[in-house]
């Protein structure tokens, strides 16, 4: 069971708890069950004003969960998109690297040909100087004729000329090549910079969509708590409502048979103030409004919790009488209620063993069990309730 509904169970288990014991004891007089009733009924309107409240919570949770859902779609969307632009990112810088390879090996085969180029025109320009210009009787008496003579200086004039070119064709490409090769890398610094950032912002979205999906499981798991809450109440409710049918039966036949009552009757009220401690301990829970540590709910405490190490004895806080007794009563655990006569009851509840039974009679500082924490939301400690008919008063103006 979820702590928020036994913390919700409380409101009504302990009305429950003593009605049933009513039923078992015998039937107190025509005043006080007539006490009892109004009180009962106080009880369930509260109930169901805490049903409302939690059913109110739980809608408005409803409406914080959905908004949650759509705030993480939204961002899921999102992160589709930054995952979709960084694999185009990462194709397109693919394809500038295979490009940039290729702009790269088309430069070295520039360079190559250009020193190619230049090496033979350095050796044409060599020749040129080492063997020319000649004089004319040279040139004349070293061809067969003249035809020849013309024929070979028209052929070393269009391979220089061709030389030439040859250079200026090839520096212009490596020019152009370099040119390209610098653009390339300004783009692939380019697409390196943008891959940056969205990697960047799909590791934010990333992020946002963990946080969100959390809080979506939060208020889920919240939302589900508070509607488990309101369910335990209205079954409360029902119970309660059953259980006043069953006193109104009961307080119409003790009026009518006028049963007297027991004989330590007077003595409780008598100890207001004065009455001795159950168990010695921190008061870790007092009475009246809580606000429930986990779900921020308000939750009416009707006793007080006191810390003490389990196995602590627990000791009645005044004579009287087991009226009922449980070894697991929901969210109560073990408990135990003793009558003392005139419509007051007290209640101790998480209880690691009982030590009485129904029926006992009991005196003021017996112990009747020992300290657990079975039920118990604040650790191990004793839960300690003061009843008159169906009214829960606090205990702390009736302890010394």
Not at 155 to 174: I, S
Not at 183 to 190: A, E, M, N, P
Not at 298 to 313: F, H, V
Request: aromatic share 4%; charged share 25%.
């Amino acid at each position: 069971m979820s702590g928020a509904v036994r913390a919700a169970r409380r409101a009504g288990v302990a009305c429950a708890a003593l009605l049933a014991g009513a039923c078992i004891a015998a039937a107190p007089a025509a005043a006080q069950q007539d006490s009892l009733e109004r009180a009962q009924r106080l009880q369930l309107e509260e109930t169901q004003r805490q049903i409302r409240e939690n059913r109110q919570k739980a809608s408005e949770l409803k409406g914080q969960e959905n908004r949650a859902v759509g705030q993480l779609r939204h961002t899921e969307r999102e992160l589709a998109g930054t995952r979709v632009r960084l694999r185009r990112l990462s194709q397109r810088q693919k394809n500038l690297d295979q490009q940039l390879d290729v702009t790269r090996t088309d430069l070295e085969h520039s360079i190559q040909s250009l020193a190619e180029a230049r090496a033979r025109l350095k050796k044409r320009l060599r020749n040129i100087y080492k063997y020319g210009p000649a004089s004319d009787l040279e040139v004349v008496l070293s061809h067969e004729s003249f035809a020849q003579l013309l024929a070979r200086w028209d052929f070393l004039q269009m391979v220089a000329e061709q030389d030439r070119q040859l250079m200026e064709d090839v520096h212009d490409r490596k020019d152009r090549v370099a040119t390209l090769e610098t653009r390339l890398q300004g783009h692939i610094k380019q697409i390196e910079h943008t891959a940056k950032l969205t990697t960047g912002e799909n590791q934010r979205l990333q992020g946002q969509q963990k946080t969100r999906a959390q809080q979506v499981e939060t208020i889920k798991t919240q939302r589900e708590s508070y509607e488990a809450a309101a369910a335990e109440l209205e079954r409360t409710a029902r119970a309660i409502a059953k259980l006043l049918a069953t006193l109104e039966a009961r307080r119409k036949a003790a009026v009518a048979g006028g049963k007297p009552a027991p004989a330590y009757s007077g003595d409780f009220a008598k100890g207001a103030g004065a009455l001795e401690w159950p168990v010695r301990g921190e008061v870790v829970g007092h009475f009246g409004p809580e606000v429930h540590p986990r779900f921020g709910t308000t939750i009416n405490n009707n006793g007080i919790d006191i810390a003490a190490e389990i196995g602590t004895a627990v000791r009645c806080v005044a004579k009287g009488r087991v009226e009922y007794t449980s070894d697991d009563y929901a969210s109560y655990g073990p408990i135990v209620i003793v009558d003392h006569g005139d419509g007051y009851r007290t209640l101790y509840a998480h209880l690691s063993e009982i030590n009485v039974a129904v029926g006992q009679d009991l005196a003021s500082g017996q112990i009747i069990g020992r300290v657990g924490e079975a039920g118990s939301l604040k650790g191990p400690g004793l839960h300690f309730e003061v009843r008159k008919g169906g009214s829960a008063l606090d205990p702390a103006t009736w302890l010394r």
